[in-house]
């Protein structure tokens, strides 16, 4: 998805998770990031126009004794941080040195876990009812649970707010649920538009509906102004019922006839094209 926005004079702010599932987590990661770091790294590579030395260095997987393989950018993140002494800082200290346009930040200012547990029974029937997988609420376990004040500003203050496709607890909860984001999001009078996943979720919820995934959101706190989907993609969502939910559908072909797992870039780039007034960040 940043490969679509890149290059388009716009300034982006890209927040992401660094938090790890209870129990769940990549320990050895963990033992040598402090964080899982992956989604800071690829979002950093993906907005950094020049294919230079730093960024293939970043992409090289170096070899730990007793450790693995990990790609060095990881390692420079995490190196970063300690130095820092912040997660964010590290990021946008790595964005500085590769010239990307925007900024990456982590979606809370320390690492934490978190964890799901089903609802309640009345917390909201009808969309339970809707969803062969039932939503759950995810919630988080840690000391400082706090976004970056970076990260909250930019949510604030922006013309719209593009959730990613991803895996919607790990990748997507994971970031729009922490508490800070989440009530920027519902106090932001920016567009807030989420750009649908073509697949199920075979990670976590493989049965859930196409509906279930916008009322999982709603549920979590994160209601979304519209969905941006391909009517072709083997997750169907229906105009009509978003519509019922309040929710405006933008149905647009955005598969890769190459990949048809994922998003092209070019498809995507003018299906957001419609939606972002892409103005020069001096404009602003």
Not at 83 to 98: H, K, T, V
Not at 172 to 186: I, Q
Request: contains cysteine; aromatic residues 4%.
């Amino acid at each position: 998805m940043l490969r679509a926005l890149r290059g388009q004079g716009t300034r982006l702010t890209v927040i992401v998770s660094i938090a790890d599932r209870r129990g769940n987590g990549d320990e050895v990661q963990r033992r040598i990031t402090g964080a899982s770091v992956e989604d800071l790294r690829r979002s950093l590579e993906a907005l950094s126009a020049e294919e230079g030395a730093l960024l293939r260095a970043m992409r090289r997987p170096l070899t730990i004794e007793r450790l693995g393989r990990h790609p060095l950018g990881n390692l420079v993140i995490a190196s970063a941080a300690s130095a820092f002494d912040d997660y964010g800082r590290a990021s946008a200290w790595f964005g500085e040195q590769l010239g990307i346009e925007g900024a990456v930040l982590p979606a809370t200012i320390e690492p934490v876990q978190w964890d799901t547990e089903p609802f309640e029974e009345g917390d909201d029937p009808s969309a339970q009812a809707e969803s062969v997988d039932r939503p759950s609420r995810l919630h988080f376990i840690g000391d400082r649970i706090d976004s970056p004040a970076a990260a909250v500003d930019a949510i604030e203050n922006c013309d719209c707010a593009l959730l990613a496709p991803g895996s919607l607890y790990r990748s997507v909860l994971s970031t729009v649920a922490v508490p800070d984001v989440a009530a920027a999001l519902r106090t932001s009078q920016a567009r807030i538009v989420w750009i649908a996943n073509l697949e199920h979720d075979t990670d976590q919820s493989p049965n859930m509906t196409a509906i279930g995934h916008v009322l999982a959101l709603r549920l979590n706190g994160v209601s979304v102004d519209a969905v941006l989907y391909d009517p072709s993609a083997s997750l169907k969502f229906d105009a009509s019922e978003l519509a019922h939910h309040g929710v405006e559908a933008i149905p647009r072909g955005l598969r890769s006839t190459r990949e048809p797992r994922t998003h092209d870039p070019e498809r995507l780039r003018a299906a957001l094209g419609e939606l972002v007034a892409l103005q020069p960040a001096a404009d602003r």
